[in-house]
Each structure stands twice: as C-alpha cells, then as structure tokens.
C-alpha cells in the first residue's frame, strides 16, 4: 500500500516547490562555489524539515519517516547535496542522540538540530574501518572522570559546517578476550562537541561530486570530554550503529529515487522541447524507449523505499528491504543519469545542466551508507545463504 495521507500530499507538494523555486535556480552557484548554503538550510529548519520523525515534545514535528523521506525524494530531484545535508542531518547527525541519549544529551543539542540551528554528524569511518567497523582503531580511555579519543575519521558529512555541533564519535573503549583466545573490541559512541579542544575537521575533500555537501576527514588528538557524553550503553556502538545505518538506508534510498526522478523529469522535458528534423525528439521510438525505462526505474525506487518506510515504521523487521530499496534505488540513479546525458547530448555534459550534475553525483549512491556489495551481503545473510568468506 503506497497511498499517502492528505498531509503528507501537502508536505511533498511543499517540499517539491521549495526544490524547484529556491533551492534549483541557485545549485549551480553554490555548486560551483563549493559551499553549503547556510540559508537554505535555515529555511529548511524553519519548514521543520530536520524535526519532521520526531515528537513534539522533543521539539519535533510529530511525523514518521515516511515524511522525511518525501521531503529527501522531493529535494533530490533537484540537488543531491542538498537532500544529503537533510538526510544525512536527521539520520546519522539527530537520530543516534534522539535514540541512545541521556535526557541531558537531547537536552543540550535537540533543540538546535531539530530546528535546523545546528547539524550533527556521525564519525564513523576510518582508512581501514567502515564497512568493517570492528576495524576501528580510534581509541577512548577513562582519565578520571573524562574520555580521552585520539584517532582520525574520514568521510564524515556535516562535520565542519559553521554550524556544526557535535560529532558522534565511534571509538574502541577496551578489549574482551574470547574463549578461543581471540579479542574482542569494546567499541562505544561517544558525543563530541565541535569546539573542544583536540577536535579538528581537516580541509574539505575536493570531490567529484556533491560539492555542496560539507564532507571532512577529522582529527582527534587528546580529544577530553566527559564521562557522560558516552552515547548508549559502553560496549554498544556498533550495535546502534548498525541500527543506524539501517534506517539511513531507507532514507538515502529515498534519495536515489529522488535523483532518478529529477533525471527523468530533465531528459522528458528536453525531448518535448528539442526539435530536430521538424519534429520533438521525444517522437522518435529509441529516444521515447530510453525515457519510458528511466520512469520505470524511477517507479521501482520510489516503491522499494516506501515499502522499507512502511514497514519501519510499523515496527516490521525492515532490514532486507532497507537494503534492497538502497541498491535499487542507487542502481536507477546511475542509469538514470547516464541516460539522461545522453538524451540532452550536449547539453548534458554542460556542467550547468542539472543532469550533468546528477551525472557527476550518482556514482557515490552506489557507494555511501553501504557499498552495493555489503547490500548483496546483508541480502544474502538475510536469506540464510553464506557469502563467500563463509560468514
């Protein structure tokens, strides 16, 4: 069942508007500049975007995920930088505080991240530790009453905004030795604020795509925080980072299918309005073909996030369809955009066009919150079967 509740029509309308009426006509600005829009994302903030899955009472705006993955899809038609800055904000920065935090914890940064005041990110990934979290070797000891981190993280969205609050930090808080002998790491989350002293976002990567998005390595060098900004119980961080990822998947697949959709409208719109030989080009079967195989991808990636949504949010085991609706959804964003390029020829290797930068952008759907093969694991261990290191 896909239908959605008139309010929540009303929300993607909005959402769609705000995408096509604020946030299109400036991206290839702020695209080329390689920044983040602070004023975007305040508007965001004050349509309650980042507060959309969580309760009034917390200062949110009382919806379900379902909501928040309208307004991904809706804003990734147009930018996907934009659309991962919420993403990304409300899935990795807000929702391990909201889930694992202790009443003072969401008390302290709530406020300003569900309003869109403030972005949290999420430290995770390290050169040789993301797929392979028990890799990890950021480390955090007990001085007293203080976590003491030192390490390096890389990869880690909103990290380095002007705006940006804390970082949920991954790090291995003791070892445990097994019966056969082997070890064990104890790896905790621990909340670090942005102005603590030891605490460095490094200069931004120069990448290929999604250059409005705010992406840094991190430092962390004798990093002191207190013992109570422990995130969750000690010994539990991979635990709910798996938890994590789950949900973010859902809404990152939204997002691909966002990108395939915007694809799609984009080549539509070029093959109505070019005229070749007299006629539209969208009149000729091989170009007509191409578009018709874009919306069925488009179709199938909006479908597969929505029913992993629905199930999440009825409380439904949903991590097989997170998986499936991120590698559908990711898959259709790529061929979309590869497609549209070459439905506007030209055109669409201009970097201006906006398919051109769904062109540069889509590469990294296939590989953020869960390459397509740790999709393919999880699948395969959900359907009983073993991969090919026998776990």
Not at 128 to 140: I, N, P, Q, R, V
């Amino acid at each position: 069942m896909t239908e959605l509740t008139p309010e929540q029509e009303r929300l993607r309308a909005d959402v769609r508007a705000f995408a096509d009426e604020v946030v299109a006509p400036r991206a290839y600005e702020y695209d080329t500049e390689r920044r983040l829009p602070l004023d975007i994302i305040g508007q965001m903030g004050d349509m309650g975007l980042f507060g959309l899955p969580f309760p009034v009472a917390d200062g949110g705006q009382g919806r379900d995920y379902v909501d928040l993955c309208l307004a991904v899809e809706a804003l990734a038609r147009v930018d996907q930088s934009i659309a991962v800055t919420l993403e990304a904000g409300v899935g990795l920065g807000i929702m391990p505080i909201f889930r694992h935090g202790t009443d003072p914890q969401k008390q302290r940064f709530l406020p300003d991240l569900l309003a869109g005041r403030a972005l949290a990110g999420f430290g995770l990934t390290e050169a040789e530790a993301g797929s392979d979290a028990g890799a990890t070797k950021t480390t955090a000891r007990l001085d007293g009453a203080e976590w003491v981190i030192d390490g390096t993280k890389q990869f880690i969205t909103n990290s380095g905004t002007p705006i940006t609050s804390v970082v949920t930090v991954t790090a291995v808080t003791g070892e445990h030795r097994r019966g056969d002998g082997s070890v064990k790491k104890e790896l905790s989350s621990i909340l670090v604020p942005t102005d603590t002293p030891g605490f460095r976002a490094e200069p931004a990567y120069d990448k290929v795509g999604w250059h409005t998005s705010d992406t840094h390595p991190l430092t962390l060098t004798d990093v002191r925080v207190p013992e109570s900004n422990l995130l969750g119980e000690r010994g539990r961080g991979f635990a709910n980072f798996l938890q994590t990822l789950d949900e973010g998947r859902v809404a990152f697949a939204a997002l691909c299918a966002g990108a395939a959709l915007g694809c799609l409208e984009e080549a539509l719109r070029y093959a109505r309005s070019r005229n070749v030989f007299g006629r539209p080009i969208g009149s000729n079967q091989y170009v007509a073909f191409k578009i018709a195989r874009m919306q069925v991808r488009a179709h199938q990636a909006h479908l597969a996030w929505m029913d992993a949504a629905r199930k999440l949010v009825a409380g439904e085991p949903f991590k097989a369809e997170a998986s499936m609706a991120k590698l559908i959804g990711s898959e259709a964003a790529m061929d979309n955009a590869r497609d549209a390029t070459q439905v506007l020829g030209g055109y669409g290797f201009l970097n201006e066009s906006p398919v051109a930068r769904h062109y540069r952008d889509s590469k990294i759907l296939e590989i953020g919150e869960g390459t397509s093969e740790v999709q393919l694991m999880v699948l395969t261990r959900e359907l009983g079967l073993a991969t090919a290191d026998g776990r």
